[in-house]
């Protein structure tokens, strides 16, 4: 097939393109100076030059909690904008097959049964990532409404757990957790530091998957897209405390000092693990377990070092 790929430069879509999707399909991964996803005009006109068999959706703006929580405007305007304008573009060009890459953030906050794909819009999102997750939400129901109206449109989405690995952003003031967390021991052992501060009280639990996981997925999608469900959960089906998290950063970094907890800092959701059993239904389950996936993310992120 044809496939246009957005957000080729991100972590995910590096993944996919590094996925050996490029074996199977031709893949169309149009830069910034070529189309702008947040103008519509400049959406039709590449894809009516293109004119793909598939569009999967990977670009977003996206960060950890605090980038959520001091920038929630862009984080609403920007996600729509691009969503809307892919989704509504490519329902006019006729183009039949999507794939839309959403996030668990779409969930209600503080449910503590793993998460299936019909909670969403059951209850009250969580404060800390709103504006991002309302964004899902309406891009995902775009893609829902078009299929609903006209079953030959295979509009799907999947919604990933939280993710880590390669091409990851290691920024202690915007970056996702674990990469944050690799850095912060990273120049903690660097810097002889006897202590590493931990938000919260660290038993929030969270579910982390290795974003090849995740690329491995879509290539798996793409070839069942008429079995899909319209949403559909990638994920580990299980989690870990924020402690553990830590615990295991520091014996993959070589920290050996202790953790402090700051109670003052915000957490988020004290529990976030999305329910799998579609995916396992249709044949699929990850494949890097934590400590291997931390292994090959603190040795990608030791190379850019480097640079």
């Known amino acids: 097939?044809?496939?246009?790929?957005?957000?080729?430069?991100?972590?995910?879509?590096?993944?996919?393109?590094?996925?050996?999707?490029?074996?199977?399909?031709?893949?169309?991964?149009?830069?910034?100076?070529?189309?702008?996803?947040?103008?519509?005009?400049?959406?039709?006109?590449?894809?009516?030059?293109?004119?793909?068999?598939?569009?999967?959706?990977?670009?977003?703006?996206?960060?950890?909690?605090?980038?959520?929580m001091s920038q929630p405007l862009r984080f609403f305007i920007e996600n729509l904008d691009m969503g809307k304008n892919l989704v509504a573009a490519a329902k006019e060009l006729e183009i039949k097959k999507f794939l839309n890459m959403s996030s668990s953030c779409m969930y209600p906050k503080d449910k503590n049964t793993p998460l299936l794909e019909s909670d969403i819009l059951s209850g009250y999102l969580e404060p800390t990532n709103e504006g991002y997750a309302l964004a899902k939400v309406a891009v995902t129901k775009m893609c829902s409404y078009i299929t609903k109206q006209q079953p030959e449109y295979l509009y799907r989405t999947l919604i990933p757990c939280n993710l880590f690995g390669k091409y990851?952003?290691?920024?202690?003031?915007?970056?996702?957790?674990?990469?944050?967390?690799?850095?912060?021991?990273?120049?903690?052992?660097?810097?002889?530091?006897?202590?590493?501060?931990?938000?919260?009280?660290?038993?929030?639990?969270?579910?982390?998957l290795y974003t090849e996981d995740v690329a491995d997925f879509v290539l798996f999608a793409i070839d069942k897209l008429a079995e899909l469900p319209e949403m559909i959960n990638v994920g580990l089906g299980h989690d870990y405390t924020i402690l553990e998290y830590y615990q295991e950063i520091a014996k993959v970094v070589g920290f050996k000092g202790e953790f402090t907890f700051n109670l003052d800092k915000p957490i988020g959701m004290k529990r976030k693990l999305v329910d799998v059993s579609l995916a396992t239904k249709l044949g699929w389950k990850s494949k890097t377990n934590l400590h291997e996936g931390l292994k090959k993310t603190y040795a990608y992120y030791l190379s850019t070092l480097n640079k």
Request: net charge neutral.
């Open 168 to 208: 990851d952003k290691f920024d202690l003031a915007h970056g996702h957790m674990v990469p944050a967390v690799i850095r912060k021991i990273h120049e903690a052992v660097q810097n002889d530091s006897p202590t590493v501060e931990i938000w919260g009280d660290g038993k929030a639990r969270r579910e982390f």
């Open 1 to 68: 097939m044809k496939i246009y790929l957005t957000g080729a430069s991100g972590m995910v879509g590096r993944n996919i393109l590094e996925s050996g999707i490029q074996q199977k399909h031709e893949v169309y991964s149009p830069r910034h100076s070529e189309v702008d996803l947040l103008d519509i005009a400049s959406v039709k006109k590449s894809l009516q030059q293109l004119k793909p068999d598939l569009i999967i959706h990977c670009a977003g703006v996206v960060g950890g909690i605090q980038a959520n």
